[in-house]
């Protein structure tokens, strides 16, 4: 199930989406506002916004600009007619599409599963993740240092993936260890977690690819 966060300062059009939407197989979560809207990114795997572009604490072309600096996620404008001429500024800023308000709920769907659809072909293509000269190939389950092939184990394989899946953002150690709870099914406890960090370090060679936040976590890129 598609899971869809609906950002819309107003309630009312908040709860006749949701209904909708759901009727439609789509799981909703809402927000008021932009603080909300990344809250809930960052607690929740979604996989597509809806977003207002008049909310209460923020323009919604920066909202925009900075959900798609964080994140790479699909992103429909929710627009009143008279802001339709600046929705250009928000399609260059990265959004995917954008509907007018009142709108029809069949062509809101419509548009929802084309952006899914084109989105999801481009993930099926980005089978590659790079940095620096590390990278990984997500078909083959494969992580190559220029071109040479690095063997890890597979629950050290699936931390080095989930860092370099969220490049440039901080991954506290509570997520690592529920991440790899929930993938490997088994218990790996903090100082655990600490000496698979250390083992990929020393087979990566590079100290510098995978950076500590002291006290936090880690993370990969700047």
Do not use: H
């Not at 059009?13 to 990344?38: D, P, R, T, W």
């Not at 250390?198 to 500590?212: A, G, S, V, Y």
Request: proline share 1%.
């Amino acid at each position: 199930m598609k899971k869809i966060l609906l950002v819309e300062d107003n309630e009312t059009i908040i709860m006749g989406l949701k209904y909708s939407l759901e009727q439609e197989k789509f799981e909703v979560v809402s927000a008021l506002n932009f603080k909300q809207c990344m809250e809930n990114l960052e607690q929740k795997d979604i996989d597509l916004i809806l977003l207002d572009v008049g909310l209460p604490d923020g323009n919604g072309f920066e909202i925009c600009k900075k959900i798609k600096q964080t994140i790479d996620i699909p992103v429909i404008f929710l627009t009143a007619q008279d802001e339709e001429t600046s929705v250009v500024l928000g399609l260059d800023l990265g959004a995917d599409d954008y509907i007018i308000k009142p709108f029809r709920t069949r062509e809101l769907i419509s548009r929802i599963n084309s952006v899914l659809r084109r989105y999801g072909k481009n993930e099926k293509n980005a089978s590659i993740i790079q940095y620096k000269n590390i990278k990984i190939d997500i078909n083959k389950a494969v992580v190559y240092k220029e071109d040479k092939e690095i063997i890890f184990t597979s629950l050290e394989y699936k931390i080095l993936l989930l860092l370099f899946t969220n490049q440039n953002k901080l991954i506290t150690r509570e997520q690592l260890l529920e991440r790899i709870w929930d993938m490997a099914g088994n218990f790996v406890n903090d100082n655990t977690l600490t000496v698979y960090i250390k083992r990929i370090r020393e087979k990566l060679e590079d100290e510098t690819i995978i950076k500590t936040i002291r006290g936090l976590g880690y993370r990969v890129g700047d």
